[in-house]
């Protein structure tokens, strides 16, 4: 699914996109990508040539891929949650904290907890929560349909009682010693 909409989403943008972008569709911006390697040296296009295979929104794969997932995210998923156990939202951490941009072996796939509301179509909020080790963490809330306002007050509820947060900081790199110190905040 996600591969099918990239390229029909992309193509739509890149036909809108001013006269100077030459590169109009998916497929040119692979051919384009190809002979100007020095991207390709840190970021492949494996997404991208699997997403140019794809046939469109009318093929039936994609179709049934599509009503699975909703069915499985809503009904059977957040609906399902919350009406279980009676409750009006779920919380919970959004992902781990941040990790270091790693231009050999790509981003770590970590854990996250904003996929389910994303495949539902479901209103999501992450706030900042605080720090490890000197790294954002964000808190997640999640409830059904049509609560975005729910969440804000939700959101803004947690923000008033967590207080303020340290500033960030702007550090070289996270491999310093003060960074792992028992001490540091």
């Known amino acids: 699914m996600l591969l099918t909409e990239f390229k029909v989403d992309l193509n739509s943008y890149l036909a809108r996109t001013p006269s100077a972008v030459k590169t109009r569709t998916l497929e040119q911006l692979i051919a384009f990508n190809r002979d100007s390697p020095y991207e390709l040296q840190f970021f492949g296009q494996d997404v991208f040539t699997q997403a140019n295979e794809t046939t469109g929104l009318e093929?039936?794969?994609?179709?049934?891929?599509l009503a699975d997932s909703r069915r499985l995210s809503r009904a059977e998923g957040i609906d399902h949650l919350l009406g279980g156990e009676h409750l009006d939202l779920l919380v919970a951490p959004t992902t781990t904290a941040a990790w270091r941009v790693d231009v050999v072996g790509g981003d770590r796939n970590a854990d996250n907890y904003t996929t389910l509301a994303a495949v539902a179509g479901y209103?999501?909020?992450s706030v900042p929560m605080g720090t490890?080790?000197?790294?954002?963490?964000?808190?997640?809330?999640?409830?059904a349909a049509w609560s975005e306002r729910l969440l804000l007050a939700c959101g803004f509820a947690f923000e008033q009682r967590r207080g303020a947060l340290q500033a960030p900081l702007f550090r070289a790199t996270v491999e310093t010693s003060e960074l792992y110190?028992?001490?540091?905040?």
């Open 59 to 65: 093929d039936p794969k994609y179709s049934t891929a």
């Open 181 to 185: 110190s028992p001490h540091s905040r």
């Open 123 to 125: 209103p999501h909020l």
């Open 132 to 143: 490890v080790q000197g790294l954002p963490v964000g808190m997640s809330f999640v409830a």
